[in-house]
């Protein structure tokens, strides 16, 4: 055990900030540590757009229904899979890129590198005493959003990271037994149904405990009842209006 180790296990999301915002070096320490992940091929297939403007943080918020963290907070960072530079690149040297940066292999990287990125800023933004919420409701409005941040083709904006100094801190959320998480050799399906019912037992007593009796759902009925509902079915267009996963 370290304090790294520390950090990451003592991870919970804040939903609460004060009214306090970050430091230009507390923004650049937490970008520079985003760029310290690790990236495929060096591609490095993301961008990063801070927002601290309060009227388009409010629009933010309505966009990501109305969650009011999204607007409240130290600072909000937007992580997009970016291949506009590279086509760019393409133009610079001389290079027929199109081909390649259209195909889904780079779309995967770039969902992946800007991912990678996001963890890290998350890492050293906890490991600063901040807390930190991912808000993967900006993809409600892709396109309204695209709007407000300006954002060209071949880029997409994937999730926010609201981070700020935690007004009320939650308790921590048991997460999936690992070894229902962590398979050797080959993947596991023997013991699916009874790990499942003991991780039921766990959320079902956690949301009890936490909400003094109101709740007492269970994770695989909160999932069941989440994927039941189809939501932003619109993506595979505008993934493809963007410029990527063509081919």
């Known amino acids: 055990m370290n304090t790294v180790i520390e950090t990451i296990l003592n991870h919970r999301s804040i939903r609460s900030f004060e009214d306090k915002l970050l430091t230009r070096e507390q923004i650049e320490i937490i970008v ?96 600063l005493g901040l807390g930190i919420c991912y808000i993967g409701g900006i993809r409600n409005n892709l ?9 060209p083709q071949r880029v997409i904006p994937l999730f926010g990271l609201a981070i700020g100094y935690p007004k009320k801190v939650t308790d921590k959320k048991p997460r999936l037994p690992l070894s229902h998480v962590y398979h050797e050799e080959q993947y596991n399906m023997d013991h699916y149904e009874q790990e499942l019912t003991s991780y039921n037992n766990v959320i079902s007593s956690y949301y009890k405990e936490r909400t003094g009796g109101k709740r007492t759902d269970t994770w695989t009925e909160q999932m069941a009842n989440m994927l039941e509902k189809k939501s932003r079915m619109y993506m595979k267009n505008y993934v493809e209006a963007q410029k990527f996963n063509k081919q």
């Open 32 to 127: 520079e540590s985003a760029q310290a992940a690790s990236t495929s091929s060096y591609i490095q297939a993301y961008s990063i757009i801070g927002v601290s403007d309060r009227e388009k943080k409010q629009k933010l918020a309505e966009l990501a229904g109305n969650q009011t963290y999204v607007e409240e907070n130290g600072h909000f960072f937007v992580f997009c899979a970016d291949l506009y530079r590279h086509e760019y690149i393409g133009k610079m040297e001389g290079k027929d890129v199109i081909s390649s940066i259209e195909s889904t292999e780079k779309f995967m990287v770039a969902l992946i590198d800007a991912s990678l990125a996001a963890q890290n800023a998350s890492l050293a933004a906890e490991s």
């Open 143 to 151: 396109e309204e959003v695209g709007k407000l941040l300006n954002i």
